[in-house]
Nanobody, 124 residues
Framework: QVQLLESGGGLVQAGGSLRLSCAIS????????MGWFRQAPGKEREFVAS????????YYVDSVKGRFNIYRDNAKNTVYLRMSNLKPDDTAVYYC?????????????????WGRGTQVTVSS
């Protein structure tokens, strides 16, 4: 059973940076396709970024390209989402997700395991 625990959220001013962490237990990080999603108040959960199982290929939603970076630390069995130049529109609960069967995923249905989320609030 894969378990995911997000951390690193908080309150930041527009233009600031945060790094979210997703600590993985139950599986080796390299054997999982990993993704980050977010859900803003009153909106549906949306894809943010993903990293390929076993490799370094990454995908991002257009709105975060050039500002967010997803990467994996194999020694710590953790996946990170580095967020820079944050905007108020980035305010949301951010969720980490994992899947064992796929190489990569960009929709909610692609992932079997989910964390509980961490709140990110960007003030203007």
């Amino acid at each position: 059973q894969v378990q995911l625990l997000e951390s690193g959220g908080g309150l930041v001013q527009a233009g600031g940076s945060l790094r979210l962490s997703c600590a993985i237990s139950g599986r080796t990080a390299t054997r999982l396709a990993m993704g980050w999603f977010r859900q803003a108040p009153g909106k549906e959960r949306e894809f943010v970024a993903s990293i390929m199982r076993g490799g370094g290929s990454t995908y991002y939603v257009d709105s975060v390209k050039g500002r967010f970076n997803i990467y994996r630390d194999n020694a710590k069995n953790t996946v990170y989402l580095r967020m820079s130049n944050l905007k108020p529109d980035d305010t949301a609960v951010y969720y980490c997700a994992a899947d064992e069967g796929r190489t990569i995923g960009i929709t909610e249905k692609d992932y079997d395991y989910w964390g509980r989320g961490t709140q990110v609030t960007v003030s203007s």
